[in-house]
T-cell receptor
């Protein structure tokens, strides 16, 4: 079955450590996105990518990094520079940019202690 | 840049109607609507493109007023399954920005 997979579902890290969240899709979508979800703040765009080896910063990119070496993969690294990393992270993908339906993964809940 | 949604929360009885609004300070090319159940991924409802069209399926419909940079989602004769948080996603106009910016969300609770 086609879809978008995020792993792991829950992740715990100590403060000061970098952590990488996985996002894989087998929908052959060109565009991929990372969002952060906090209570009362909706979904905020971290990074997005329209094609392989290219990505752009969203509204809250500071403290995060991404790579897009393969069409199906768009991992997100939460670095130690991110001051408040505990949140729910959602990955999404769509065909040919945003004027088409976005499909979301099940999310990763990151807790930094 | 984040669009503002109103109301922030609404409680309904089954069969009642609701309207959720989404307002942007930027010119828009398209507006998306998604529903997210607690602990689950957001699910696509519909897209409205620049041109002021109105769309709908079943008892959920939406309108897009590009001049006012606003969209509204209409839920009629609500069912228990409509409960969840509704998000609008906006695509800025003016070129291939390829950014989808989501609103703050509206929590809808439908009670028996």
């Amino acid at each position: 079955d086609g879809g978008i997979t995020q792993s792991p579902k829950y992740l715990f890290r100590k403060e000061g450590q970098n952590v990488t969240l996985s996002c894989e899709q087998n929908l052959n979508h060109d565009a991929m996105y990372w969002y952060r979800q906090d209570p009362g703040q909706g979904l905020r765009l971290i990074y997005y990518s329209q094609i392989v080896n290219d990505f752009q910063k969203g509204d809250i990119a500071e403290g995060y990094s991404v790579s897009r070496e393969k069409k199906e993969s768009f991992p997100l690294t939460v670095t130690s520079a991110q001051k408040n990393p505990t949140a729910f992270y959602l990955c999404a993908s769509s065909i040919q940019g945003v004027s088409t339906e976005a499909f979301f993964g099940q999310g990763t809940r990151l807790t930094v202690v | 840049q984040q669009p503002v949604q109103s109301p922030q929360a609404v409680i309904l009885r089954e069969g009642e109607d609701a309207v959720i609004n989404c307002s942007s300070s930027k010119a828009l090319y398209s507006v998306h609507w998604y529903r997210q159940k607690h602990g689950e991924a957001p699910v696509f409802l519909m897209i409205l493109l620049k041109g002021g069209e109105q769309k709908g399926h079943d008892k959920i419909s939406a309108s897009f007023n590009e001049k006012k940079q606003q969209s509204s989602l209409y839920l009629t004769a609500s069912q228990l399954s409509y409960s969840g948080t509704y998000f609008c996603g906006t695509e800025p106009d003016g070129g291939a920005t390829n950014k989808l910016i989501f609103g703050t969300g509206t929590l809808l609770a439908v009670q028996p």
